[in-house]
């Protein structure tokens, strides 16, 4: 892979490690006193920082540096990339409940889509494996396989559309999480093939759909990061009309 593909994935799941130990937590006051007092990053989780804040604790049993459910989706993918070659639907499935089922090595909190996948693959032998084995769900999970997926794809766009919607199927089964999955991964493919950030970003909009091309529109419009009041207007929680709208101001306003 190119530095720039493998910065993508290594940034996914650095991030990921990073942010486990405030992850989920969605009070910007408190977070600005935690930070003031031991900063942001590779923070061991606390129950403690969730207390009588608006949030939700759910890493007890990790410790600093680990990843969250999320990151172990993106390992789990390029794992299963390095082992096959290219994706493979039946054989994805199957590392991805013996992994995050029962007596698999995930410890960790099993989120709704996750939980619900598991309940249809569980009970079925691979060849039985239905391809839209997700749940009608439109959380964030549905976009973690993606950076593993775009940094290693060869291929075409049209092509890449085709893997990414085999891919969130499988745990997402919803066409709002569809529609963010195609558009993040138009700007990240777009970004890797040596597009301006603008421009990518701009190529993405398409793909975004009814839903969430308006709100990212809003979002590129804004002219001066501010996180707090980004957060507070596109959401701070898990799903998909909300991350990549905050994503996109970002990404706009630095880039």
């Known amino acids: 892979m190119k530095n720039a593909n493998s910065a993508a994935i290594l940034g996914a799941l650095v991030a990921d490690s990073a ?3 405030l992850h989920w937590l969605y009070d910007p006051a408190r977070i600005a006193e ?14 403690t920082d969730y207390a009588d804040a608006k949030g939700y604790f759910a890493h007890g049993r990790k410790v600093f540096g680990e990843s969250s459910g999320y990151g172990e989706v993106c390992l789990l993918m390029l794992k299963h990339l390095a082992k096959h070659g290219a994706f493979s639907r039946n054989e994805y499935q199957a590392e991805y409940r ?20 598991l309940r249809t693959l569980l009970s079925l032998e691979p060849a039985e494996f239905p391809a839209a084995s997700g749940a009608d769900d439109d ?3 549905a976009l973690a396989a993606l950076p593993a997926l775009i ?6 766009l ?12 499988v745990t997402n089964n919803n066409e709002l999480a569809l529609a963010a999955a195609r558009c993040s991964s138009v700007a990240l493919f777009k970004l890797l093939h040596g597009a301006q950030i603008s421009q990518a970003l701009a190529d ?10 308006p709100l990212l529109e809003q979002a590129l419009a804004i002219p001066k990061l501010d996180s707090i009041a980004v957060t507070e207007r596109f959401g701070r929680a898990c799903h ?6 905050s994503h996109f101001s970002y990404c706009a306003t630095r880039g």
Do not use: N, W
């Open 19 to 21: 942010a486990l130990g």
């Open 34 to 47: 935690i930070e003031a007092a031991r900063g942001l990053v590779f923070l061991q989780p606390e129950a």
């Open 98 to 117: 013996a992994y995050f089922g029962p007596g698999g090595e995930f410890v960790g909190y099993i989120d709704s889509p996750t939980r619900l996948t």
């Open 139 to 141: 959380q964030h999970p």
């Open 151 to 156: 940094a290693t794809h060869s291929g075409t």
């Open 158 to 169: 049209e092509d890449l559309m085709k893997r990414v919607e085999k891919v969130v199927r």
């Open 204 to 213: 993405a909009l398409p793909f975004a759909g009814p839903i969430l091309e």
């Open 240 to 245: 998909v009309a909300e991350g990549p709208a």
